[in-house]
C-alpha cells in the first residue's frame, strides 16, 4: 500500500499538478491531503476544483476555515494574510463553499497488517496546534490525548518532520504551495529560497512501513506568472516568500 500525503497548496494550482505529475509516475493507491487548499495564494478556486476531481479526502485546515469566515483584523493596516483570505473568500462560488465544508477535523485510514492511520491538519484536537520535533511531551500528551494511530500526520507549520511519540511516527508532510512561509513561532526553522513544492509518501509493503519527505522542483517562471496575471492583492508579499 502506497499513499500520498498532500498539505498546505495554499491555492497553487502550479505546484499542486507539479506535485500530480510525479505522483502519476509510481503506483499510489491513495491521496489524502491535510489541509489548507485554497487561501493565500492565486489560485483557490482552481485548486478547490482540482481536489473536487480527484476525490480524495481532505481534512479541514485553518485556512480553510477562513474561506468559510474570512479573519477580521482590528488593525488599521492589517496583515497581507489578512487581505489575501479575503479575497480567495470572494472567488469562490456556493458549490466551493460546499465543498470546504464537507472536510472533517480527522481523517482515519487503515493500513495493511493492521496499523493505522490517522490525519489532521495541526493535531487531532485543533487545526490550529503546532507539532514540531521540539514540542515538550507533555503538550503531545495533551494534543494527542484519545487517540491512537501508528502513523499520525498533518502540516499547518510549512516544515518537514518524522518523529517518534509512544509507539507511533508524527510525521509533517510540509507545504506543497507555500514553504516559504512557516508557522509556529521564532524557534523553529525557516525555509528559504524557496522553489521547490513538499509533499509525502508513505509505504506499508511486505510488513515494512516507510515514511518518505519529498521535496519537488518548480517551474518559478509559472509560478510567479499565475500571481501576477490573479488579480491577487499584496502580489509583492507572495512573490517575495519565493525569494
Not at 31 to 37: A, F
Not at 42 to 61: D, H, T
Not at 182 to 201: F, K, Q, R, S
Not at 221 to 233: I, K, W, Y
Amino acid at each position: 500500500m502506497r499513499i500520498a500525503l498532500l498539505s498546505d497548496i495554499h491555492g497553487n494550482l502550479v505546484a499542486l499538478e507539479t506535485v500530480l505529475r510525479e505522483i502519476a509516475q509510481e503506483p499510489v493507491d491513495q491521496i489524502i491531503c491535510l489541509g489548507d487548499v485554497g487561501a493565500l495564494g492565486p489560485q483557490p478556486r482552481e485548486v478547490i476544483e482540482r481536489l473536487r476531481q480527484l476525490g480524495c479526502p481532505v481534512a479541514l485546515g485553518n485556512t480553510d476555515d477562513w474561506l468559510l469566515s474570512p479573519p477580521v483584523s482590528s488593525d488599521p493596516d492589517p496583515k497581507p494574510i489578512y487581505t489575501i483570505a479575503a479575497w480567495c473568500a470572494e472567488q469562490l462560488s456556493p458549490a466551493d463553499r460546499a465543498y470546504i465544508r464537507t472536510f472533517p477535523m480527522l481523517l482515519e485510514l487503515p493500513l495493511d497488517d493492521g496499523r493505522t492511520l490517522l490525519g489532521y491538519h495541526g493535531s487531532p484536537s485543533s487545526f490550529n496546534d503546532i507539532i514540531a520535533a521540539t514540542t515538550p511531551i507533555a503538550e503531545l500528551v495533551r494534543m494527542l490525548a484519545n487517540h491512537a494511530a501508528s502513523v499520525m500526520v498533518g502540516g499547518h507549520t510549512h516544515i518537514q518532520m518524522v518523529r517518534r511519540y509512544e509507539d507511533a511516527y508524527l510525521v509533517n508532510v510540509g507545504s506543497i504551495g507555500l514553504a516559504g512561509i512557516t508557522a509556529g513561532g521564532p524557534g523553529l526553522p525557516a525555509n528559504h529560497h524557496v522553489h521547490w513544492a513538499e509533499y509525502g509518501v508513505l509505504s506499508v509493503e511486505h510488513g515494512r512501513l516507510s515514511i518518505e519527505l519529498r521535496r519537488t522542483p518548480l517551474d518559478m517562471d509559472a509560478v510567479l506568472e499565475a500571481g501576477r496575471s490573479s488579480g491577487m492583492p499584496h502580489l509583492d508579499w507572495w512573490v517575495r516568500t519565493w525569494e
